[in-house]
């Protein structure tokens, strides 16, 4: 397992992206914003805790004041090179 503070600048976000080899946990700690998983929206805040299973498509956009979330990866393989890059949905 790995864990990593992750700070999104007001209205950034990350890649849509899924994982082969590891689970994902992330817990928002400051700001709002919305996350999506596998094509659902939801509004997220201080407190939240989304959970991602492998081959999740999942990607997090900060809110107006920015986001801050503690991610946890959990696998079998911990690598920046698993990681699959899609289009977001519309």
Request: proline share 2%; glycine share 10%.
């Amino acid at each position: 397992s790995m864990i990593v503070k992750v700070t999104l600048n007001p209205g950034h976000k990350m890649n849509y992206h899924s994982h082969e080899k590891r689970d994902e946990i992330w817990t928002i700690i400051a700001g709002s914003g919305k996350t999506i998983v596998d094509g659902m929206e939801q509004l997220v805040k201080v407190g939240d805790v989304v959970s991602m299973a492998a081959g999740c498509k999942h990607t997090v956009i900060a809110g107006d004041q920015g986001l801050q979330l503690i991610e946890i990866q959990m696998g079998r393989e911990i690598s920046v090179t698993d990681k699959k890059k899609y289009e977001m949905p519309v």
